[in-house]
């Protein structure tokens, strides 16, 4: 079955410190693999995308990911986060088609 | 490029009435993507439309939503008779070459 799981809902973090939020896919929707982020009472914005090549692949706002096949995951960092990265952030995946397949969302919130 | 329009961004109505949500896609794509997102359910993708075809529906929840695509450059998603458990955001989203740009999504209520 097509799927991406989120392992975390929330994960509190401190200014200045690093992140990561993960994300594990199946294999059928390991073609194209995304994470979008939401602010609060906004759409979903692109922050990178995976389609071929490095599987390191840097985003905007500092964001990075690294697409892993043999542990099927694709999990986003940070070095140092700041307040204005307090969002929920979505990883995504299809098999090739335009059709996506969300994981449940990950709640950030970022510390003073 | 202005991005995805949706209107209205918000919308509220009484049980049994009827709601049109808009989008305009982003000029030149060619998917057009309707999602809905609730606390209890998450995002959930409803219908998507390419060259103003709808592909797949098998998101709709029911009867009582219904949409479509005229042009291009416009869609609609219509609930009638709508029910308070519609309430929700819907997004709407387009693309052109595999990665979609999501609109500021209308937050409907239905009381």
């Known amino acids: 079955a097509q799927s991406v799981t989120q392992l975390d809902s929330q994960v509190p973090v401190f200014e200045e410190a690093p992140v990561e939020l993960r994300c594990n896919y199946s294999s059928s929707v390991s073609v194209y693999l995304f994470w979008y982020v939401q602010y609060p009472n906004q759409g979903l914005q692109l922050l990178l995308k995976y389609l071929s090549g490095s599987t390191l692949v840097k985003g905007i706002n500092g964001f990075e990911a690294e697409f892993n096949k043999s542990q099927t995951s694709f999990h986003l960092r940070k070095p140092s986060v700041h307040i204005s990265d307090t969002a929920e952030y979505f990883c995504a995946g299809t098999s090739g088609t335009y059709k996506y397949i969300f994981g449940t969302g990950t709640r950030l919130k970022v510390l003073a | 490029d202005a991005g995805v329009i949706q209107s209205p961004r918000h919308e509220v109505t009484e049980m049994g009435q009827e709601v049109t949500l808009r989008c305009k896609p982003i000029?030149?794509?060619?998917?057009l993507f309707w999602y809905r997102q609730t606390m209890m359910r998450g995002l959930e993708l409803l219908i998507y439309f390419n060259n103003n075809v709808p592909i797949d529906d098998s998101g709709m929840p029911e009867d009582r939503f219904s949409a479509k695509m005229p042009n291009a450059s416009f869609s609609t998603l219509k609930i009638q008779p709508s029910e308070p458990r519609d309430s929700a955001v819907y997004f709407c989203?387009?693309?052109?070459?595999?990665?979609?740009?999501f609109g500021p999504g209308t937050r409907l209520t239905v009381t």
């Open positions: 000029s030149g794509h060619d998917y």
């Open positions: 989203a387009s693309s052109l070459s595999g990665e979609q740009y």
